[in-house]
């Protein structure tokens, strides 16, 4: 099973700030990965897939890159409503899997 | 407008079996490449793949559940049932169900989620 790890598992940031969050997964994925926004008591909700595809609506200050074993989710400049836990996902192979999350908090 | 939504009982006890329901509109599990997923998760935790259940009755489960796992569907209705039997505290979550875009394999849409709490 591939096993993904999310780091950091929490960041504290103020708005305006460029943040990145990194996601590794233990074995070579390719692209094949998601990346999910998560409020408080909320549904997750699609913003990246394939690595770099901004799902339709998602505001064009988040981006995700990487390829292979290494991905990175960044943010250019928070906004208030940004604040919220990141999940990434891989669907290279099965048992498709989740990252541990990682909580943005304000500063 | 593709939208879900999970139902089913929000108390069970341990040994029981669970059977939640995702009723679905806005896309059909007719259409080559779609699919219907299960995720849950834990209160305050890591989400969790529970599987899939895709347009040609492919089934695809997380091998730490699949000997408790069912997913059946209903093109019709318009719906995905999942079955867990044996239930554990453990099994305390959020289930969630999402749907899969044609050829891919994330979770574009989600369903609002129904919070299972399993106790003796």
């Known amino acids: 099973d591939i096993q993904m790890t999310q780091s950091p598992s929490s960041l504290s940031a103020s708005v305006g700030d460029r943040v990145t969050i990194t996601c590794r997964a233990s074995?070579?994925?390719?692209?094949?990965l998601a990346w999910y926004q998560q409020k408080p008591d909320k549904v997750p909700k699609s913003l990246i897939y394939d690595a770099s595809t901004l799902q339709k609506g998602v505001p064009s200050r988040f981006s995700g890159s990487g390829s292979g074993t290494d991905f990175t989710l960044t943010i250019s400049s928070l906004q208030p409503e940004d604040f919220a836990t990141y999940f990434c996902?891989?669907?290279?192979?099965?048992?498709?899997?989740f990252g541990q999350g990682t909580k943005l908090e304000i500063k | 407008q593709i939208t879900l939504k999970e139902s089913g009982p929000t108390n069970m006890k341990p040994t029981q079996t669970l059977t939640l329901t995702c009723s679905f509109s806005g896309f059909s599990l007719t259409t080559r490449g779609v699919g219907v997923g299960w995720v849950r998760q834990p209160p305050g935790k890591a989400l969790e793949w529970l599987g899939l259940?895709?347009?040609?009755?492919?089934?695809r489960y997380s091998p730490s559940l699949k000997n408790r796992l069912t997913f059946t569907k209903d093109t019709f209705k318009g719906q995905v049932v999942l079955t867990m039997t044996n239930l554990d505290p453990l099994d305390t979550a959020t289930y969630y169900c999402?749907?899969?875009?044609?050829?891919?394999?994330?979770?574009?849409?989600w369903g609002q989620g129904t919070l299972v709490t399993v106790t003796s």
């Open positions: 999402a749907h899969s875009p044609p050829e891919n394999l994330y979770f574009d849409f």
């Open positions: 074995q070579d994925i390719n692209t094949w």
């Open positions: 996902q891989q669907y290279n192979s099965y048992p498709f899997s």
């Open positions: 259940i895709y347009w040609n009755d492919d089934k």
